[in-house]
């Protein structure tokens, strides 16, 4: 019996299929590719944390922003929202940038723990930027708004609107 003429060697015909189920060969010495760590939200915020602690503040900005994005509903998301403001307000002098991520966490997270303290703050980024009438009213709302402030915070608004002079 002849042999069967091969597929490939007659006109038009299509070439050979690949053999099925084989996909490549892996290259000697190297190394399947590992799925990406499972998310661990306390080990990224004690991270961000270490960062902040040794005054690393564009890393732990981003490491902060970065942990509120992808942890939004844990319960150190808003705490997360407040360090971006605390660093933009006081380590960078961002007064525009402290102001919206203090606005995001009380949009966000009105009801969290550092929420009377942010209110504070966006009230001092708005005066630094001119804002007098908008700080005046942040502070103004703060007592009002969060009635469990502490004495710390809710004299602090009192003095600041007193020294903005404000009605």
Same mark, same amino acid.
């Given at each position: 019996?002849?042999?069967?003429?091969?597929?490939?060697?007659?006109?038009?015909?299509?070439? =050979?299929?690949?053999?099925?189920?084989?996909?490549?060969?892996?290259?000697?010495?190297? %190394?399947?590719?590992?799925?990406? =760590?499972?998310?661990?939200?306390? !080990?990224?915020?004690?991270?961000?944390?270490?960062?902040?602690?040794?005054?690393?503040?564009?890393?732990?900005?981003?490491?902060?922003?970065?942990?509120?994005?992808?942890?939004?509903?844990?319960?150190?998301?808003?705490?997360?929202?407040?360090? %971006?403001?605390?660093? #933009?307000?006081?380590?960078?002098?961002?007064? /525009?940038?402290?102001?919206?991520?203090?606005?995001?966490?009380?949009?966000?997270? =009105?009801?969290? =723990? !550092? /929420?009377?303290?942010?209110?504070?703050?966006?009230?001092?980024?708005?005066?630094?930027?001119?804002?007098?009438?908008?700080?005046?009213? #942040?502070?103004?709302?703060?007592?009002?708004?969060?009635?469990?402030?502490?004495?710390?915070? %809710?004299?602090?608004?009192?003095?600041?609107? !007193?020294?903005?002079?404000? !009605?």
């Amino acid at each position: 019996m002849a042999p069967a003429p091969n597929a490939s060697a007659l006109p038009g015909a299509a070439p =050979p299929a690949a053999t099925p189920g084989v996909l490549g060969q892996i290259p000697a010495g190297s %190394t399947l590719p590992t799925a990406p =760590p499972a998310l661990d939200p306390k !080990r990224d915020f004690d991270a961000a944390m270490n960062l902040l602690s040794r005054a690393q503040y564009d890393d732990a900005s981003q490491a902060f922003r970065k942990f509120a994005e992808i942890h939004p509903t844990d319960e150190r998301a808003s705490a997360a929202l407040y360090w %971006t403001g605390d660093i #933009a307000y006081s380590a960078k002098k961002d007064y /525009a940038g402290a102001a919206r991520d203090f606005a995001e966490l009380l949009k966000r997270y =009105p009801t969290a =723990p !550092r /929420a009377p303290d942010s209110m504070l703050k966006l009230g001092l980024s708005l005066f630094e930027l001119g804002q007098m009438n908008e700080g005046c009213a #942040a502070l103004a709302a703060l007592p009002a708004k969060y009635p469990q402030a502490s004495p710390a915070i %809710t004299t602090r608004a009192r003095n600041e609107r !007193r020294d903005a002079m404000c !009605r």
